[in-house]
Every structure is written in C-alpha cells, then in structure tokens.
C-alpha cells in the first residue's frame, strides 16, 4: 500500500480549469490550518476553517467560519471568529473545460455583514484522494490569490489538531516548493501553527530568511479591528 506522502501531487494555480475532481461534498466540515505562509499566524494559535455547504441553487455555495486564538489566549478562551461565504467559480468559458466537468477548485469568498464588502479568491492546489472528516490523513493545500490589497499566500490543511505525519509534511512542502514561480517562494516561507497541546515541529525545504510577507482575506479583515465572537 502506498503511502500517504506518496500521493502527494500539487499544480500551479489556474483560473480558468484547475486539474483537481474535488469532492466538495466530503470536503466540508472542520479543517486545522497546520502551517501557513501568512504572518497573521506567527502569533495566534487553533486557526480552524469550518466549511457547511448551503442548500442547493442556482450556485454552489458554502458557508465559510474561520476560527482562530491569540498565542497567549487559553486554550479554553473563546476563539475570534470571521465568516463568509464560498461561492464556486465556474470556467470563464465552456472551452476551459473538458465536456462534463466543472472547476471544482476555485472560490471567491465574500464576508457577511458589516464585513461584505471584503472578497477574495481562492483555490485548492492539491489534496487526498480522501478529504472527508474521517480520515486522519486528509488533507490540502489552498492558494490565496493575489488582490489588489494583498499578495498571495498559502495554507497547508489537516483534519485533525495533532496535524499530519512528519514525512507527509516534508513532501507536500516540497511538491509546494518544487512548482516554482510565486507559489515556489512562498512556500520556503512556510512555518508551523501553533495547535494547543500539540508540540511544534520544524519545518523542511524553507527559506524564512526570504519570507515575502505573504497575506490573504484574513490580514486585511484583521486590520478591521476584528474582535472575539
């Protein structure tokens, strides 16, 4: 049987037919950011995405909650909180994609509320064959899309706290790194997110010597004065 850092395999962002089948349906639920290249993290600690797919429509839409605690905070504290939706981004044009296959990968993220006018895009650039909740291996790595406020950034996502295998990280580190390009130097900035009760690791193949600063949606909201929920 293979193992799980076997099955690593990531691509290059695109717009227009990302070249993953994501099952959006398994993909919900709670995922734990492990490591990141945002330096929104670097001091806070149990950042969560909670995903909850939204009755049917005319869109694939679904709820979007991220969680998240100072580093000093208990680990009982209530976590800050931000939430939006995911709307799924279809190809610019039928010729995008093969016959009967929808992008499955990339999203634009709108906040709610008083937050609403804050948007980005985003996209999966790999992930398990498996990501439903029950596996404790599943996992996946979004790209933040550059806007006109922030540059990109990326996010390495595991089902449960304790966070993936050692040898799993060091590939999908190293898959990240080996795409070259902006998504290349970005992820030699990647660093470890602190999980209460969970020993923190050194990172492999990263270069924070050169961390481009890398920020997404969550930087510019926290600049909003975001407060606990």
Known sequence: MASPSSDVVLHVPDAHNPRIDLDLDEF?????????????????????????????????????????????????????????????????????????????????????????????????????????????????????????FTPPGLDVYARTAAGLPEALVEEIVRKAVALGGDVGVLARAFFEVERSGVERKSVPHTDNAHRIGAVNKIDVLNHMALSPS
């Open 28 to 148: 919900m639920g709670t995922w734990y950011v492990t490591h990141s290249t945002l330096p929104l993290w670097k001091d806070k600690k149990d950042v969560t995405l909670t995903y909850v797919m939204k009755p049917p429509s005319k869109e694939v839409q679904f709820e979007d909650i991220v969680e998240y605690r100072a580093a000093t905070a208990a680990a009982t504290a209530s976590p800050s909180r931000i939430t939006g939706v995911d709307t799924l981004i279809a190809p610019a044009s039928a010729a995008h994609t093969p016959a009967g296959q929808h992008a499955q990968t990339r999203f634009k993220w709108r906040g709610r509320g008083w937050l609403v006018v804050a948007t980005s895009r985003w996209q999966v650039l790999g992930c398990s064959a498996d990501v439903s909740a029950e596996n404790p291996h599943a996992w996946a790595v979004t790209y933040f899309e550059k806007t006109l």
